[in-house]
């Protein structure tokens, strides 16, 4: 009985202090938010194929990417920060000019969030993940609070009726391609 109390104790430690080195601020149980989906990374674009959304834009891991009906593309501005952000994390710019596949160059852009973080901008509007998608191919963010959809190549809303039906690409060569979508 003591040495399984002890083996316990011993997990339950070192549970803590994990949950400690990761910040605690989480309000979504670890097991239904990958700890990648709520951190911002570096990202390029892409589009991928889905099933009932048609081409989505995705970023350099072919996560979903959205945007969000409150921001503005004229001027791009971000209007998710604090508590949004942290379930809506913004999509970051790896690089000066990010690098777009299947999507024209001249609407992929950057704005300057606080804190000195680059955004990934399409047409405009400021990209975002949504950190309940549990991995590639997701997208669960669609329509939440009428309010966010997954982007189109174009930065449209996805699976909007009214929006320019984008052509459908061939299927990629990248180690993208496929994903579930």
Known sequence: MISRLAVFAAAA??????LAACGGT???????????ATAPHASELSVAQ???????????????????????????????TG???????PAVASSVTPSAQGIDPSLVGTIMRP???EQLTLA??????????GGPGQTNGQGVDGLWFAATPQGGKAG???????PVMPPSSSPMG???Y
């Open 83 to 89: 508590q949004c952000a942290s379930l809506w994390p």
């Open 26 to 36: 989480s309000t979504a149980p670890s097991s239904s938010v990958p700890p990648s």
């Open 115 to 117: 804190g000195g973080v």
């Open 124 to 133: 405009g509007w400021p990209l975002y993940r949504y950190s309940p998608d």
């Open 178 to 180: 496929g994903f579930g």
């Open 13 to 18: 430690g070192v549970g803590l202090a994990t």
């Open 50 to 80: 889905t099933g009932s959304l048609g081409p989505v834009v995705v970023d350099a891991r072919g996560w979903t990417l959205y945007r969000f009906d409150r921001d503005s593309a004229t001027p791009p501005t971000s209007n998710c």
């Open 160 to 166: 909007v009726a009214g929006q320019p039906a984008p």
